[in-house]
Every structure is written in C-alpha cells, then in structure tokens.
C-alpha cells in the first residue's frame, strides 16, 4: 500500500468510528424517548438550542437572552440525567460515546493529527509492510525443546530458559517498558521461529509490530529516502515508532554509510524512546563490534542478550528426527 492508500484508509476507519458513535447515539434516543415519555420535552428544549441562540444572536439583548438560554440549558440537561438515573440508565446514556474523546472521532485536533489518526496510519503501514515480507507466523507451541534434548546439559537448559523468558516477554509485553532482546547463535536454531512466535501473540494483543530482515528493510529506506519509491517516509516512521521491531539477520546486510547512519538512527531513536526492538544474528558479540564499530555495538549490548545453542534444525528435519 502507498502513503496516500494508507492515509485514506486510516481516515476512513475513523471516519467509521465517528458515524457508528452517531448512530448509537440515536439509537438510544429512540429507545429512551419510547420508554421515558418526560424525557421527550426535556429532549425537545435541549435540540432547541442552536436554534435559539442563533435567533437570540441578531436581537438587542443578545446577552440576557444568551445567559437565560444557558440557564436554561443546564438546567435541561441536569434534569435529563437524573430522569435516565431514576429508570436505571448511566446518566451519560444519551451523551454520544467516541472511542477518541480527544478529537471526537473527527481524527484531527488543534489543526494536527490526533494520536488515534496516527495509531491508524501506523498499523496499517505495519501491516503492509509484514505483508511485504511475508510474514509466515511461528508459534510457540510449534517450537520443540526436542531439538535441543542431546546437547549438554547446561546448553539444553539455556534453550529451555530462553524459550520460557520469550513466552513472558509476549504476555507481559509493555511499551515503555520491555527491554531489547538480542538473539545470537548460528544459523537454523530457533531465533526466527521465536521472535514470529513473539510478533504473533503482540500483534494479537493489538501491538504494533515491524518484522523484516535487516537487509530488505534497508533496501525499502534506501528506495524511499532516495525518492523512487512513493510511499515516501511511511516505512521510516513506522520503524521508529513500532511498539515491535524485528530486525532478523542482522549483520547480512549490504554495508555502506547509508546502511549503518540508518541502523544507527534506528537503534538510537528506538532506545530514546524506550521502545523495543528484537534483534536476530549469526555473529558472535565479537564479530558484531568488529562489524558496527563502537557506537553501534553499545546500544546492542544494552539488550538481553540470549545465545542459542544446538545444530541446525532445519538439517534435523530435513533428515526426519529430532536426535
Ligand atoms: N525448537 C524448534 N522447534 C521446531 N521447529 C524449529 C525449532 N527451531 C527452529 N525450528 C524450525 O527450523 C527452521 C529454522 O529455524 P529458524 O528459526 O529460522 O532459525 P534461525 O533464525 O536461528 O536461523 C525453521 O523452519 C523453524 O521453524
Ligand atoms: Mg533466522
Ligand atoms: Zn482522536
């Protein structure tokens, strides 16, 4: 999806949320006018208003006439509420209800875009990009301690310890919260299959989240930060502000200045923010300071770090058993 697709579907969803909202609203009116008959005049003087005040707007003693319609207004509403009370309804039962009261479902506020407006934009540009990259969901309960069952005690025990910790981390998961994870180990171990299984309970939990590998995504940048791409800015803001990013195969990447400025703002703006990012690769720690240098491996080493062990599992299966 491009920018402007994405923009006009968000609008479009909220513009969805603000008609049902209205909607209920009358529904409910309906309702009360049929079963509360004393609500009907109260109901009547309170629909007036914009009527009177604008009949009042053009007569000589605008303000008296002003004051007294307020007045009268108030004194409407207080008995409208306490009518609802007495049968039993919430006060507020005839109040329309957004699910945004900062803009009233309206998606702007104070000439900007309201957060909810935002949050929109942002999931539907997650999922579009997730859908780029094809995002074949793993699940914890398709991952195997199996595989890792002939390996040395302490190793076999580490795996077991890194699936548990990454079950809690889906459950417990709290933006502003959750540390960075960083995946180590070789290739064919697991790392991929957890962080989708992650990404999968998030994303049904309702978080926002951006799996890719390092290397696509930084192609996708490098497009639109260069202009031939249209969807300008859209997949950069939704790095940045994902709840979730899934950086997989760090380290395989095409390496040049652009990449590593990218990475490192990336990294940088995420850790200002407190927001989490998975990080899965084949180097070791070493290889990985070696690789970014200084200033990028500092802001890795800040994750939990979860080394994997084992022998490649995609061979195991190839081979048909778990030893
Ligand atoms: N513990 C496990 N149980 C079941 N399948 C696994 C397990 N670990 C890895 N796999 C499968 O093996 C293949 C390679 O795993 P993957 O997560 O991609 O490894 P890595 O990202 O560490 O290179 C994938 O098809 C994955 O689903
Ligand atoms: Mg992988
Ligand atoms: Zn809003």
């Known amino acids: ?9 968000a609008v479009a969803r909220i513009d969805a949320r603000r008609h049902a909202a209205r909607l209920e609203q009358e529904r409910r009116t309906d309702e009360i006018m049929r079963r509360i008959p004393e609500a009907v005049e109260l109901d009547r ?3 007036s208003v914009c009527m009177r005040v604008f009949e009042a707007a053009g007569k000589e003693d605008r303000e008296k006439r002003l004051a007294a319609i307020q007045k009268q207004t108030a004194e409407a509403d207080r008995m409208l509420r306490a009518i ?3 049968n039993g309804y919430p006060e507020d039962y005839l109040d329309i209800h957004y699910s945004c009261p900062i803009c009233n ?3 702007f ?3 900007r875009r309201c957060e909810c407006l935002q949050r929109e934009i942002s999931a539907l540009a997650a999922d579009a990009i997730n859908q780029e990259s094809q995002l074949a969901l793993s699940q914890f309960d398709t991952f195997s301690l199996q595989y890792y069952s002939d390996l040395p005690q302490n190793e076999a025990a580490a795996m077991q310890r890194i699936l548990q910790h990454c079950k809690n981390y889906a459950e417990l998961f709290t933006p502003g919260e959750s540390d960075s994870l960083l995946m180590l180990g070789k290739p064919g171990l697991g790392k991929t299959h957890l962080s989708l299984a992650i990404a999968s309970v998030l994303i049904e939990r ?5 799996y890719d590998s390092v290397g696509a995504l930084l192609h996708k940048l490098e497009l639109e930060h260069f202009g031939r791409s249209k969807s300008e800015e859209d997949t950069l803001s939704s790095v940045l ?3 979730l990013l899934i950086l997989d195969d760090f380290g395989t990447e095409f390496d040049t200045a652009f990449t590593q400025s990218q990475i490192y703002t990336i990294l940088n703006s995420r850790m200002n923010a407190r927001r989490a990012t998975i990080i899965n690769t084949n180097l070791t720690l070493e290889e990985l300071r070696a690789h970014y240098g200084e200033r990028i491996f500092s802001r890795l080493v800040t994750s939990k770090i979860m080394q994997f062990y084992g022998k490649d599992i995609r061979l195991k299966k190839r081979q048909g058993g778990s030893t």
Do not use: P, W
Request: charged share 25%; proline share 0%.
């Open 105 to 107: 479902d309206s998606g």
């Open 1 to 9: 999806m491009q920018k402007e697709q994405i923009y006009n579907a």
């Open 84 to 86: 609802l009370t007495a």
């Open 206 to 210: 309702g978080f926002t989240v951006i």
């Open 45 to 47: 003087q309170l629909r």
């Open 241 to 243: 502000e994902c709840d």
């Open 109 to 111: 506020h104070e000439g």
